[in-house]
């Protein structure tokens, strides 16, 4: 079902203290789904958006649903009347635990439990009912041990980077711990996906998480290593070196080159996760930082000079908001803004969160307008997801027969220009660094 709906509502005179948008078109699959949260992936590619959601194969055979919809020139939105499946999948892997659209290509994990290597599966766009055609899984190499090959994606459309660090929960089991994990390159060209080779840390340096998460855009490659991630409640937490976020650029020769390190900012010793998730466009990145060792989370802004990387701020809530556990679990960056989602935040009376900040002349960030949903949602996870392009905000809407969402899908956002909004309102200044990040020699600029 998709309904048209305006997208600029006039906020509240006290709470919020920010001008709010409200959705513009509600996507809906088009059939019953099976997985319990789907939804909860969505993705946004030109004039295609996707809504999915994890499923594990109890059957050999089709598992998993990827609903598809396309933006038409009339402005409305097309559902196709058939949703993906990925095929051959053996009893026991777990599909669509990531999804990524990138130009005309579609990536979705494959995800064994036995300890054997992952893998993902490639579609590229076409007219069929489902709107996608298999081409083929991209692997490791065969003598590689790579079993969470493929649990963090990015993908630009002609590069896709495929992270190997293990953020899966297996029962009792441990995760797999590698030394000095590597994130794969692969190439889309006319034959199809090539392999690149991949990009890995200096060993010595402890870069046990490198590549926990990931963020692309034509011709950068941001890859976040932790010094620790978020571990279950029966898995030891591990740590490793420094926590950093190392940005590639490629080169004219087409070579991927360091273009900087992000380190965190001073006074922040024992938060462990700076990187759990980052975001990213070629000027911009936004970076969570977890405490991993409590509930609490904050994000930082780096931006891009004439003398490479700087500190800019903290992305801070205004008074209205109460962030939660999950601050800037979601992040994504359209049109030089960052939308930060928090599920756990309170809001006025709502529960979840999703904000956008913005940059004002002086360098100072904060909250420029709120996204607020006009349908039912699921109150734990509204913000839990989020992916944008261009002016266009995708926002997961997962399934929740108890709050009446259903069968799930997602919500469609149109940011107005900075110009119509009024100036952003900072919480708290915090001057941008003074010294530009060395990217190191012979780093391209």
């Known amino acids: 079902m998709l309904l048209s709906l305006p997208f600029l509502a006039v906020a509240a005179l006290v709470t919020p203290p920010v001008p709010t948008i409200t959705e513009s078109a509600v996507l809906d699959a088009p059939s019953p789904t099976t997985s319990p949260t789907f939804g909860m992936i969505v993705g946004i590619s030109g004039d295609r958006v996707i809504a999915a959601g994890p499923e594990p194969a109890r059957i050999s055979g089709s598992v998993g649903q990827v609903a598809t919809f396309e933006l038409e020139p009339t402005g409305s939105w097309r559902t196709y009347k058939e949703m993906l499946s990925i095929d051959n999948t053996p009893v ?35 007219s069929s009912a489902s709107g996608w055609k298999y081409v083929g899984r991209l692997q490791p190499l065969a003598s590689a041990s790579e079993p969470a090959f493929g649990g963090v994606l990015a993908c630009d459309g002609s590069i896709a980077a495929i992270g190997t660090v293990d953020l899966r929960v297996l029962g009792e089991a441990p995760r797999t711990v590698q030394e000095s994990p590597k994130v794969y390159l692969f190439k889309n060209g006319p034959e199809g996906w090539k392999g690149l080779g991949f990009l890995q840390r200096d060993a010595a340096l402890k870069p046990t998480f490198f590549g926990a998460s990931l963020s692309m855009s034509p011709g950068q490659i941001v890859v976040a290593c932790p010094n620790a991630i978020p571990a279950a409640p029966h898995q030891k937490l591990v740590t490793g070196g420094a926590s950093v976020v190392v940005v590639y650029r490629q080169t004219a020769a087409g070579l991927w080159g360091i273009d900087g390190e992000l380190t965190p900012p001073p006074g922040n010793p024992d938060w462990l996760g700076f990187g759990v998730t980052v975001a990213s466009d070629s000027n911009t990145i936004a970076v969570r930082m977890a405490k991993i060792t409590a509930p609490a989370g904050k994000v930082f802004v780096y931006r891009r000079g004439d003398a490479g990387w700087n500190y800019e ?35 006025g009376q709502s529960t979840g969160y999703l904000g956008v900040f913005a940059r004002r002349d002086d360098g100072v960030w ?34 929740s027969e108890r709050e009446g969402v259903v069968p799930g899908g997602a919500l469609v956002y149109n940011l107005p220009p900075i110009s119509q909004l009024p100036p952003v309102i900072p919480v708290e200044l915090v001057p941008a660094s003074s010294a530009p990040l060395d990217a190191g020699s012979g780093a391209p600029r």
């Open 92 to 126: 026991g892997n777990l599909v669509l635990g990531r999804a990524v659209l990138g130009g005309n290509s579609l990536l979705v994990s494959d995800e064994r439990r036995d300890g054997g290597n992952s893998c993902i599966v490639t579609f590229e766009r076409d």
């Open 313 to 347: 701020g903290e992305l801070a809530p205004l008074t209205d908001v109460v962030p939660g556990s999950g601050w800037g679990v979601a992040l994504a960056i359209a049109d030089g803004r960052v939308i930060l989602g928090d599920p756990s935040a309170l809001a």
């Open 366 to 399: 904060g909250e420029s307008v709120r996204l607020r949903p006009t349908v039912p949602v699921s109150s734990a996870r509204w913000g839990v997801s989020v992916r944008a392009e261009g002016t266009r905000v995708i926002v997961a809407r997962s399934t």
